[in-house]
């Protein structure tokens, strides 16, 4: 199957600091990736939808300015959350479908962010 | 996307076969049922999905009623390395629409 990357797979930062987050696809390209985030022993939570050349789309209470997203290529899309405190401390997970007419997404190792 | 209802957890012996129920009453005629599994501290990884056919694959099958209105997904052989949370989910199966994850089924493969 496709092969979407993460990077870091985890990162300890200290409150008030910004941190990026990558998603790359490896082997093909795609014009939309979603980011999610998942709280220890809760689901995923869908947080906004990148997209190549335009502006991201963020699920209701999701705060846009905080949690930052570019799709700089059609193989890279970025998360970044800014001013970080504890509490944004979380597993963010990308994916991206493959875009050769399957209609699975894929999805990346995740990246745990501490916020100390 | 229509709601899915799944228990929350389940325990299968190993090398016995998992059958991991899901409800999704509300279904409708374009959607499809997807099955995804997520280890621990990884990324969701796809198993299977189906339309109203019943599909199978390398790692599992997927049974789906005829009403569509419920769904099994059968890993055959359990082994630990299956220990994870399996989500279903119910969506339009055109590309690039988002995934939305509901509470899935924690499988606990026992020795």
């Known amino acids: 199957g496709a092969v979407v990357s993460q990077h870091p797979s985890w990162v300890i930062c200290k409150s008030g600091t910004s941190v990026k987050i990558e998603c790359r696809s490896l082997?093909?390209?795609?014009?939309?990736m979603f980011w999610y985030r998942q709280f220890p022993k809760q689901s995923l939570m869908l947080m906004a939808t990148?997209?190549?050349?335009?502006?991201?789309?963020?699920e209701q209470g999701v705060e846009k300015d905080k949690f930052l997203i570019n799709h700089a290529s059609l193989t890279l899309s970025t998360l970044t959350v800014t001013s970080a405190h504890p509490e944004d401390s979380s597993f963010y997970i990308c994916?991206?479908?493959?875009?050769?007419?399957?209609?699975?997404?894929?999805f990346g190792q995740g990246t745990r962010l501490t916020v100390v | 996307d229509a709601k899915t209802t799944q228990p929350p957890s389940m325990d299968c012996a190993e090398g016995r076969a998992a059958n991991l129920p899901c409800n999704h009453s509300?279904?409708?005629?374009?959607?499809?049922v997807y099955w995804y599994r997520q280890i621990h501290s990884q990324g969701p990884q796809y198993i299977i999905h189906?339309?109203?056919n019943n599909e199978t694959n390398e790692m599992a099958s997927l049974i789906i009623t005829e009403d569509r209105k419920s769904s099994t997904l059968i890993l055959p052989h359990a082994t630990l390395r299956d220990t994870a949370v399996y989500y279903c989910?119910?969506?339009?199966?055109?590309?690039?629409?988002?995934?939305?994850f509901g509470s899935g089924t924690k499988l606990n493969v026992k020795p």
């Open positions: 994916s991206a479908p493959p875009g050769t007419g399957g209609t699975e997404a894929f």
């Open positions: 082997d093909f390209q795609a014009t939309t």
């Open positions: 990148s997209n190549e050349g335009s502006k991201a789309t963020y």
């Open positions: 509300t279904i409708s005629g374009n959607e499809y």
């Open positions: 189906g339309l109203k």
């Open positions: 989910i119910v969506r339009v199966g055109n590309n690039f629409n988002k995934f939305y």
